[in-house]
């Protein structure tokens, strides 16, 4: 059975820094696109960034473009957890943020992260951050 738990969330002043985590369980990270996304209050859910498989291949990481700059997502084989570095964070990136798994790859447009969450099978629960002062 497969689970993704999300951790690190919190409450940070603008302008602070958070690092969330995704530790998975069932599946090998190596082997799967690993994306996160986020909720805000009254907003539909979107792409944060992804990374793709390294099953014999490097890793690339694709952003939308309200995390480029500011988040990294980078990914630890040893513990099969990805993370998500946040900094200089803002109020709108007050959100629920979640982990995603997909078999696929990272696909993206431009350059930038182009979810199709309908390739991810495999969803967290959530972790809240919120960013006020």
């Known amino acids: 059975q497969v689970h993704l738990v999300e951790s690190g969330g919190g409450l940070v002043q603008p302008g602070g820094s958070l690092r969330l985590s995704c530790a998975a369980s069932?599946?090998?990270?190596?082997?799967?696109?690993t994306a996160w996304f986020r909720r805000a209050p009254g907003k539909e859910r979107e792409g944060v960034s992804c990374?793709?498989?390294?099953?014999?291949?490097?890793?690339?990481?694709h952003y939308t473009n309200p995390a480029k700059g500011r988040f990294t997502i980078s990914r630890d084989s040893a513990s099969n957890t990805v993370y998500l570095q946040m900094e200089s964070l803002k109020a709108e990136d007050t959100a629920v943020y979640y982990c995603?798994?997909?078999?696929?790859?990272?696909?993206?447009?431009?350059?930038?992260?182009?979810?199709?969450?309908?390739?991810?099978?495999?969803w967290g629960q959530g972790t809240q951050v919120t960013v006020s002062s």
């Open positions: 995603a798994a997909s078999k696929n790859g990272c696909t993206h447009s431009g350059g930038s992260f182009y979810p199709i969450i309908e390739e991810f099978d495999y």
């Open positions: 069932g599946l090998t990270t190596n082997y799967y696109a």
């Open positions: 990374i793709s498989r390294n099953d014999g291949s490097d890793a690339y990481t």
